[in-house]
């Protein structure tokens, strides 16, 4: 791997923009093509098990990436101080930039198995997670987590705490454990959060792209888009007057992701995973529902590439029953 330039969260350019980690989306194949479309974009690779990375080859293939990521960071979840510490040494070793710790994460099987929100209840050991890291690394360690439980009243005793432990950048989506994805992001408990630490803070929720991300910004150091990035690499364009995709680069963007993929899937995972971003890839245009009706039927590499060939060059949707023939 190409080693990065040391740099801190502190010398970045402000906004501070990021694609959020995301289980099953943030892989190398997308965070490689969120990159052609902004260079300054902060990525975060899945949220991943700790032990799991030390247990498991295949959970440790997630390490990889392309140069052309850069900066990047691996988004960890655990609860163990001394398995965060043997990962984040591995992670180092790989060059990249840095750990993000999930104390956020809202799954009732996580919390239960006191990882993600589970550590806003537990500042003790989250403390004690970061300064494992600190002494095992010289890594930039920043937390992503909520504004509290149930509410907001704990946010920031809470983050000074983990500042304190040596968090070098915080942020926060706007809910709480208790509203897991529902209801708006209530993004004014972070801007109050931001009068009361040193470090750099990112505002959560809702964002849709980067004008979005701008205007809720406020004081905050930055934003992060999580579900409107996903098949929409676009939002991170930071021209706002930067013309809507068209339908021919939809295409394109979405064989050119299907690829990657094939790089790091066998054809059938491919072809299934491919299918959780053609919502955001394909739409917009005469037919869209169809189309991706059609694509999500593929079960095969040459039926999917052979139905986006078809709407490229302006035909009708094809039959299920073709698809699957295929």
Not at 146 to 170: H, N, Q, T, V, Y
Not at 241 to 262: C, F, G, K, M, S
Request: hydrophobic share 35%; charged share 25%.
């Amino acid at each position: 791997m190409t080693e990065m330039p040391r740099i801190s969260w502190q010398d970045l350019p402000r906004p501070i923009m990021c694609l959020a980690p995301m289980d099953g989306v943030t892989n190398t194949a997308y965070r490689q093509i969120v990159r052609r479309f902004s260079p300054n974009v902060i990525l975060f690779s899945e949220f991943t098990n700790v032990d799991g990375i030390l247990r498991s080859d295949r959970v440790r293939q997630r390490l990889d990436y392309d140069p052309c990521e850069h900066p990047f960071l691996m988004q960890l979840f655990g609860n163990s101080p001394e398995s965060f510490a043997e990962v984040s040494r591995m992670v180092e070793d790989r060059g990249i930039f840095g750990v993000d710790i999930n104390m956020g994460c809202p799954s009732k099987k996580i919390v239960h198995s006191q990882h993600g929100s589970a550590l806003m209840k537990d500042p003790g050991t989250a403390c004690r997670i970061i300064e494992s890291i600190r002494k095992a690394c010289s890594l930039e360690v920043s937390v992503k987590t909520r504004l509290g439980w149930s509410d907001a009243s704990e946010l920031i005793p809470f983050a000074k705490a983990l500042e304190s432990a040596g968090a070098s950048m915080l942020t926060i989506h706007g809910r709480t454990y208790n509203q897991a994805f529902r209801g708006e992001a209530d993004w004014n408990p972070i801007y109050d959060l931001k009068n009361n630490i040193q470090i750099p803070l990112i505002g959560n929720g809702d964002v849709q792209d980067y004008a979005d991300g701008l205007q809720r910004q406020g004081n905050l150091d930055g934003f992060m888009i999580g579900r409107a990035a996903i098949g929409n690499p676009w939002c991170f364009r930071e021209s706002e007057q930067a013309a809507e995709p068209t339908l021919d680069e939809r295409i394109t963007v979405t064989r050119d992701h299907y690829h990657l993929l094939r790089e790091i899937r066998e054809e059938r995972h491919a072809v299934k995973e491919i299918r959780k971003y053609l919502g955001g890839y394909l739409s917009n245009f005469r037919q869209a529902k169809e189309w991706r009706t059609a694509l999500m039927a593929c079960t095969s590499e040459a039926s999917l590439l052979d139905t986006l060939k078809a709407l490229e060059q302006g035909e009708e949707p094809p039959r299920e029953s073709f698809l699957k023939a295929a």
